[in-house]
């Protein structure tokens, strides 16, 4: 049973190469599943796409560019579950002036169960996964007891606020 996959494209100026080489690589497997990418990410793989696969022609949607904006787009789909995968090619050895944006991205997918490559290894292992053609409903974590903690702790700040 094939189910369309929501596959977020995501990566750092260093690895861009890398994220077209991988989508190049994969682009058959990649081309009937709806890709969502940051800006310039999504503007090379489109072009890529036109250049090498005039015959595939996938449903990309392009977000702002990261530090800009895309990757806290990318992080709301995923908290919306419009994201299934994220393959996120991170610059380990460079500083990203959005670094935060970076870590709560990667957060949000542990959050919220999200499969998450941060390298072209992993990368490999999730698309040629059996699961990554079948249907396949992550279980996800109940944060009940976490919330009914914070909305506790919210009031008993409030009380001793009171107290003042």
Excluded at 24 to 29: D, E, H, I, Y
Excluded at 100 to 116: E, F, I, P, Q, S
């Amino acid at each position: 049973m094939n189910k369309i996959k929501k596959i977020g494209l995501v990566a750092h100026d260093a690895r861009k190469q890398d994220m077209l080489d991988w989508v190049r690589f994969n682009a058959v497997s990649l081309a009937p599943h709806k890709l969502i990418c940051t800006g310039t990410t999504g503007r090379l793989i489109l072009e890529m796409f036109e250049a090498e696969f005039p015959g595939l022609s996938p449903d990309l949607t392009r977000l702002k560019s990261g530090p800009l904006g895309g990757d806290q787009q990318m992080g709301a789909l995923i908290a919306d579950d419009k994201i299934d995968i994220l393959i996120f090619l991170t610059d380990p050895m460079t500083t990203q002036p959005h670094d935060v944006d970076v870590k709560a991205l990667v957060r949000l997918c542990a959050v919220y169960n999200t499969v998450l490559a941060c390298n072209k290894s992993t990368a490999d292992f999730i698309i040629s996964s059996p699961l990554f053609e079948e249907s396949y409903d992550p279980i996800d974590h109940d944060y009940s007891t976490y919330l009914a903690r914070e909305s506790i702790g919210k009031q008993e700040m409030a009380a001793s606020k009171s107290d003042i």
